[in-house]
């Protein structure tokens, strides 16, 4: 296979697929596919309704068609698949857009094709669970007549700096001819370091260590957090003290959401089960993470109570919802588990956020506002500091309250401890 006339079909074209296109359509031709037909239609207009890129770029790339027909795909060589792999409620690996998308490969599958995963799964997870899909529907056999590898995704949502050609690429395959031609088609558009995993199950486990070591750090500061705050210590003032040493993790107390470092270690701890393994550390941070919106709901009532004011009739408003800062995803985001405290306690809850449209499902029985009112609000909650707020001003964001009321500022993102009730 010639790797200069390769012609690349992309499944899935959320955060992670649409940036991997637009790169590689500026070298091969890119069949972009999604079945979100509303979202291939806006991606036709050069309209990312994540924000995440410009017309500049989609007008770069000038070898990409955004398609919704699978039909489409039958003319590409490699085939390469960035749908979700979320979890369920029960914290359990759906592997459901996977396994679907494995199936529409596999009816097209060709002698020499090469299937290439991104998505996050579980180490073992091509070979166990999308290979025999692949080789079921398509009749051919694996290694054979076609190939696979793993290339862990490592898209940053909102990071300008960090973007897909600028960051490290771990590429892995299934045998020495798939791999070759991997490592090049990457290699022409990634202008950093292609690292070359041993095999698939060695890339599938770097991702999944990537997000859970995350994950654990900062389980350890949350807790830390919560221990300073109850001896009245300021968990910021403790960090900028223990940074001044060399070799200390820089980690910070936070709500820990998004589709990645929230949902990663569960999946690793579903195949260590499996295999008769009982993680115990990884379990344990996850606990304390998952446990923070209930924490923060506690925090701010004893606020309530201290300052005498009925939480039960108030008005709560939270500015910041999606499971970062600057980026408008909602996916697995902690703030709206906190707003969905208040809810089942009856109180009243605004959300103000920039960055959402009032069609976001996780946010359908919440009531979204276009612009608080001033002097109106028992408690306002700073939950995600998007550019948008700074430029707002603490100022302004204080005369959402009622006099004597509550500001909480989770991030501690204006360090203002004169008119801050509550951070972390």
Not at 370 to 383: F, H, Q, T
Request: aromatic share 10%; charged share 30%.
């Amino acid at each position: 296979m010639n790797s200069a006339s390769i012609s690349i079909g992309v499944i899935g074209l959320g955060y992670v697929g649409l940036p991997l296109t637009l790169s590689f359509g500026k070298k091969f031709k890119t069949i972009a596919y999604d079945i979100n037909v509303k979202r291939i239609e806006e991606l036709k207009k050069a309209f990312d309704n994540n924000n995440e890129h410009t017309k500049l770029e989609f007008k770069r790339s000038t070898k990409v068609k955004f398609t919704s027909n699978p039909k489409n795909l039958e003319e590409c060589q490699v085939y390469i698949v960035t749908v979700p792999t979320p979890i369920d409620k029960k914290n359990i690996p759906d592997l459901s857009h996977l396994i679907n998308a494995s199936k529409l490969i596999a009816k097209l599958l060709k002698k020499k094709n090469i299937v290439i995963y991104e998505s996050t799964v579980y180490p073992g997870a091509t070979e166990e669970i999308c290979v025999p899909i692949l080789e079921k529907y398509s009749k051919l056999k694996y290694n054979k007549d076609f190939f696979c590898g793993y290339s862990p995704e490592r898209i940053n949502p909102g990071d300008k700096e960090r973007t897909f050609e600028k960051i490290p690429k771990i590429v892995s395959a299934s045998d020495s001819y798939s791999l070759n031609i991997i490592k090049n088609i990457y290699s022409r558009v990634i202008k950093s370091k292609i690292f070359v995993a041993k095999n698939i199950k060695t890339a599938e486990a770097a991702k999944i260590i990537e997000n859970t070591q995350r994950d654990l750090n900062i389980s350890l500061i949350n807790e830390c957090a919560i221990i300073f705050n109850k001896m009245n210590i300021n968990i910021y003032e403790v960090l900028k003290a223990a940074e001044t040493k060399w070799n200390f993790l820089k980690f910070k107390p936070g709500l820990v959401g998004g589709h990645c470092i929230g949902v990663d270690p569960y999946y690793l701890t579903y195949k260590a089960k499996k295999i008769g393994l009982k993680p115990h550390v990884i379990m344990a941070g996850r606990k304390v993470n998952d446990s923070m919106p209930k924490y923060l709901f506690d925090s701010i009532k004893i606020k309530f109570i201290k300052k005498k004011i009925a939480l039960s009739k108030s008005k709560i408003l939270i500015l910041g919802t999606t499971f970062k800062e600057d980026v408008a995803d909602t996916r697995n985001s902690k703030t709206i588990d906190l707003a969905k405290i208040f809810k089942k306690k009856t109180i009243c809850v605004d959300i103000f956020d920039p960055l959402i449209e009032k069609n976001v499902a996780d946010l359908k029985s919440f009531n979204l506002i276009k612009k608080p009112a001033n002097n109106y609000y028992d408690c306002v909650i700073l939950a995600v500091p998007h550019l948008y707020f700074k430029k707002m001003g603490l100022k302004k964001i204080l005369n959402f309250r009622k006099k004597k009321s509550i500001f909480v500022d989770l991030k501690n993102y204006f360090n203002n401890s004169k008119f801050t009730d509550l951070t972390f």
